[in-house]
């Protein structure tokens, strides 16, 4: 089997990440969202923050691989966010329970923006579909 080459670096992929989050969390402001697609939305935000933690621990253990233990360890701290909005996030998908984390929701939107987080503008508006089902039958946490 050949090699697969990832010639983006882990901090890109998680910007796109993080800007196809405040994509999907303006474009849901503007409008009333059935209950099916506000599911999607949050499936689908739940798997681009799994996403973005992933490409945190590329980060981390890239530095300590070169010895950067305290700078690793430090960047995951002030990353642990992710997987705590993730956890919460998670826990309101799974009870079905999509309204209940709109707070969750309005506090990753408000700390993207202070992150500097430009939404991407070639998002498409349907991009979560079906996430709902994919993490539906996706059960690793």
Not at 96 to 121: N, S
């Amino acid at each position: 089997m050949p090699r697969i080459v990832r010639n983006l670096p882990p901090s890109r992929s998680r910007d796109a990440s993080l800007g196809r989050i405040r994509s999907a969390l303006q474009s849901a402001s503007r409008g009333a969202l059935s209950p099916e697609r506000e599911n999607d939305r949050l499936a689908f935000i739940c798997e681009q923050l799994e996403l973005v933690a992933a490409s945190l621990e590329q980060t981390a253990t890239a530095w300590e691989d070169r010895g950067y233990w305290t700078k690793a360890d430090s960047f995951r701290r002030s990353w642990s966010w992710v997987e705590l909005s993730r956890a919460r996030l998670l826990q309101a998908f799974r009870a079905g329970a999509a309204p209940a984390a709109d707070p969750e929701l309005a506090g990753l939107l408000v700390r993207l923006i202070q992150l500097g987080v430009r939404p991407q503008p070639e998002a498409d508006p349907t991009a979560w579909q079906s996430a709902g089902s994919r993490l539906a039958g996706h059960r690793p946490d």
